[in-house]
């Protein structure tokens, strides 16, 4: 599908696609950037990539797509660092969790002929680093594209036909779209978990060991989503404040009103609320996006 794919960034979901590239033959060489030294020797231990580079322009040179799997607070210095090795046709995609200021920070980097598709997978775990992927993280995931209104459409279906290949469904979506589904999908129940987790460590009449020791089921997969890479995050919300902000504002409200119908037991309004929310639940199961096995599958 290419001759050359460069990764800049080998995390989860960069060392991901080096698997899962490897596995379908996607590409005839794989080159990769990392800022740590640890990081590139890890990579190349492990056969992720075919060569690996300090400089991130070095690592993009003559290939023909490259995938920005950075923290998308670091994107623009990346973008620009690298714009000078481009080669022309080559496509330039991301993996970031908001798209608009991807796209303010990448655009002005990107010489002409080159084709800016913005992506974004969506698919992970609450782990990282070049050790923590592999090849099955994009199955049946979906994987979102932000194509801009006067891209070339040929370059964004060889894009689709990739992220197909990796194992993804594949949708298209605006830029400000997306980042306002992601921030009610993932960055505010993010939020809310970071939050949950401190409020119950910051509890003056319950130990941190009572909050470890007894903690029941929910609170433990709070702390799951809690231990997502703390840069990354910081990043996510920082660049999609609007829409987390819009949607932070609506669920205060609805949290007031269940907040009212604990107070004054109001039973009926809390059997509707559960009763629907359980029903979205089952629909994400129905979709196969998660698994209805006992504890969600996942291990204890």
């Known amino acids: 599908m290419f001759d050359k794919i460069a990764l800049i960034g080998l995390g989860l979901i960069g060392s991901s696609l080096c698997h899962v590239i490897r596995r379908e033959g996607r590409a005839g060489k794989i080159t990769g950037h990392a800022r740590s030294a640890e990081t590139r020797a890890t990579a190349l231990k492990i056969g992720l990539v075919d060569e690996i580079f300090e400089d991130a322009a070095a690592a993009v040179d003559g290939a023909d797509l490259v995938i920005l799997c950075v923290p998308v607070g670091a994107i623009g210095t990346v973008a620009e660092a690298i714009s000078g090795n481009l080669k022309a046709g080559a496509i330039v995609t991301d993996v970031g969790s908001v798209k608009e200021t991807v796209v303010r920070d990448i655009s002005p980097h990107l010489p002409d002929g080159v084709h800016l598709v913005p992506g974004h997978p969506i698919a992970g775990t609450e782990h990282s ?22 891209g070339d459409e ?3 279906q060889k894009l689709e036909a990739f992220w197909i290949a990796c194992g993804s469904n594949v949708e298209r979506m605006e830029v ?60 996510v919300f920082l660049n999609n404040k609007h829409a987390v902000l819009e949607i932070l504002g609506r669920f205060s409200e609805d949290l007031a009103a269940l907040q009212r119908a604990v107070r004054w037991g109001d039973g009926d309004m809390l059997f509707d609320l559960f009763a629907r929310s359980r029903a979205v639940r089952r629909g994400i199961v129905e979709a196969g996006q998660d698994t209805d096995a006992p504890d969600f599958g996942r291990r204890s």
């Open 176 to 235: 400000a779209h997306h980042d306002l589904v992601l921030a009610i999908t993932s960055h505010v129940p993010h939020l809310i978990a970071y939050n949950i987790v401190m409020t119950a460590k910051h509890l003056e009449d319950v130990t941190d060991s009572e909050v470890i020791k007894f903690s029941a089921a929910g609170f433990r997969d709070f702390t799951r989503i809690a231990a997502s890479d703390p840069t990354m995050w910081r990043d």
């Open 154 to 156: 040929a370059t964004t």
């Open 129 to 150: 680093g070049p050790e923590s992927g592999f090849s099955e993280l994009f199955e049946n995931r979906w994987c979102i594209l932000t194509p801009l209104p006067d």
